[in-house]
């Protein structure tokens, strides 16, 4: 509930610190003194647009703070959800700066202008007369009645709650299932225009057997058989050059081996020139053996080098066509045509699972549709009476209420069926849709009545009513005050009126007035005590001079 308001510098108001209490609270006062203000600023810590204009004094910052008892609310859920850090004792502050800027702050923590709305929305609820267009929303009207079944099921087996919840799942799912296959419909329209190309193209990449390439080796082996010639008579020459008896290279360097053999015992360095001469001599032994073994070997072999060169260049022809570098990208541009052809294939089969699934979710909500198509028909009579009873007490005996259930073509939140309400205030008058049927003042009957049902059926915010009985008098006039007081034995009402029966009912009566202050309209707002509130109520039913008949009169509608 409501605890307190602090509201600094908005509109009429200067200064104003405003203490509330659970139940009934009226609010009276003059046309223009200032109650429209005080939603306003209201307005603004639920989350409504700032506008510079209703700051008073635009020089000095503007702040309304409010204040909340939100024990046993149920709202820890909300607040985890906004990313608030749940507090009991709530505070929303709201400010708006010289330069027009606002900022908003829940328990001292910043919040984004969504983040208050949301809030806002299950703190106080404002209802005036020109939000009774709301009634005919289809959300609100639904929400209604799926509000009266739960209260009605809620110690039965199988209670309204847990079936609205099942269908909200396995809706979401058939949302979520829905998209899936349209996008993989898309993926599938795209892939398929494109398989026979990437399925050539993989099959060309595939059948070089890329990962057995090694480039530079091919090219090389391609090298050498293209010189095969040359290469045998270079070897050969070699060969012959470290061998020939007696002038052969390997011969010369035996002979200067055994001289410098001869002399190493004469110092140390004439030894070291000999084992220096026989390493050398190893060596050329060895490359000898090498260079013949390798002039054995080499021979032409025209086949291998048209295989060498033919897969040489298939290699750089796929390079070129596909603007790639080296072996290793066609590869990985390989393993991609694979994956786009293997996903088309795939999709198929994806798409038929998931359009199995999408077949088991429809049959679950349609006997999840069926259940509350009947829960609603079944629980529809006492609804409407309920309804009925009380808009009849509100001076409209020949009003007619139903429920009307239309079949839905598709699933939608509601069901397998629209929703909405139909109503007449006049006998002999075909029932229609709200905004068809009603003045605004029925309609603000209506929803008083709609309110009084839901203030029993669920946990509502603090609710607000501003001046919901225009047009009213007399024992309809009271007849809402008894609503309203009734109301409050379960949440906190706080109603601004100008209607002495109602604003008699309240536990608490506050008074606006306007005041001039240093040559400036201020408005100021003031709990009545049992004398004040005597006359105010007096002024309210003599409408000019208070008389004692009116001081009685209002005395009266106090006990």
Avoid: W
């Amino acid at each position: 509930m409501l605890t307190a308001i602090h509201i600094e510098n908005f509109a009429l108001i200067d200064a104003l610190d405003l203490k509330l209490q659970a139940g009934l609270t009226t609010i009276t006062g003059e046309t223009g003194a200032g109650k429209s203000i005080l939603l306003g600023a209201l307005g603004l810590v639920l989350g409504n647009r700032a506008d510079l204009s209703a700051v008073r004094d635009t020089t000095r910052k503007c702040v309304v703070e409010t204040h909340f008892n939100l024990q046993n609310s149920g709202l820890e859920s909300l607040f985890e959800d906004l990313y608030l850090d749940f507090d009991p004792q709530t505070i929303v502050r709201r400010e708006i700066l010289p330069s027009g800027k606002s900022r908003a702050f829940v328990n001292d923590s910043p919040v984004t202008l969504n983040q208050l709305n949301s809030l806002g929305n299950y703190l106080v609820d404002i209802h005036s007369q020109h939000q009774t267009t709301q009634l005919s929303g289809d959300d609100f009207q639904v929400n209604v009645i799926n509000a009266y079944l739960v209260e009605q099921t809620k110690n039965e087996n199988r209670p309204a709650s847990t079936i609205l919840a099942e269908y909200a799942a396995a809706l979401n799912a058939h949302t979520k299932l829905l998209k899936e296959i349209d996008e993989l419909k898309k993926q599938e329209a795209t892939l398929i225009k494109e398989y026979e190309y990437n399925t050539f193209l993989l099959e060309e990449l595939e059948a070089v057997q890329l990962d057995k390439i090694d480039l530079p080796v091919l090219e090389e082996e391609s090298i050498q058989l293209s010189n095969v010639e040359s290469i045998a008579l270079a070897l050969n020459e070699a060969n012959e050059l470290l061998i020939l008896e007696e002038s052969g290279i390997i011969d010369q360097l035996r002979i200067s081996q055994k001289r410098l053999q001869q002399v190493s015992a004469y110092a140390a360095h004439y030894a070291s020139l000999a084992e220096r001469t026989t390493s050398v001599l190893i060596e050329l032994e060895d490359l000898q053996i090498d260079i013949a073994t390798q002039a054995e070997n080499i021979e032409a072999d025209p086949e291998r080098l048209e295989t060498v060169n033919n897969v040489i260049a298939t290699i750089e022809n796929l390079l070129r066509k596909h603007h790639l570098t080296n072996v290793q990208e066609l590869i990985s541009y390989r393993d991609e045509l694979a994956g786009k052809v293997l996903s088309t294939q795939g999709l198929s089969k994806k798409l038929k699972n998931l359009q199995a699934q999408l077949e088991t979710v429809s049959k679950e909500l349609v006997n999840l549709g069926d259940e509350i198509h009947k829960m609603r028909v079944a629980h529809a009579p006492a609804f409407e009476q309920e309804i009925l009873d009380t808009v009849h007490a509100l001076g409209m005996p020949d009003a007619q209420f139903k429920l009307h259930l239309e079949p839905a073509t598709t699933f939608i939140a509601t069901g397998i069926e629209s929703v909405s309400f139909r109503f007449t205030a006049n006998k002999g008058t075909m029932l229609q849709a709200l905004d068809k049927a009603a003045s605004g003042g029925e309609l603000s009957r209506l929803m008083l009545a709609i309110k009084s049902l839901l203030s029993r059926c669920m946990r509502l915010p603090t609710i607000i009513f501003d001046e919901i009985d225009t047009g009213v008098s007399g024992s309809i006039a009271s007849k809402m005050a008894t609503i309203m007081t009734q109301m409050s034995r379960s949440m906190q009402v706080i109603a601004i009126t100008h209607l002495p029966q109602i604003a008699a009912a309240g536990t608490d009566h506050l008074f606006v007035k306007k005041k001039i202050v240093d040559d400036r309209t201020v408005s100021q707002i003031q709990l009545l005590n049992s004398v004040d509130r005597v006359e105010e109520l007096a002024q309210m039913l003599s409408g000019g001079t208070v008389s004692d008949a009116a001081r009685e009169n209002a005395r009266e509608l106090l006990k």
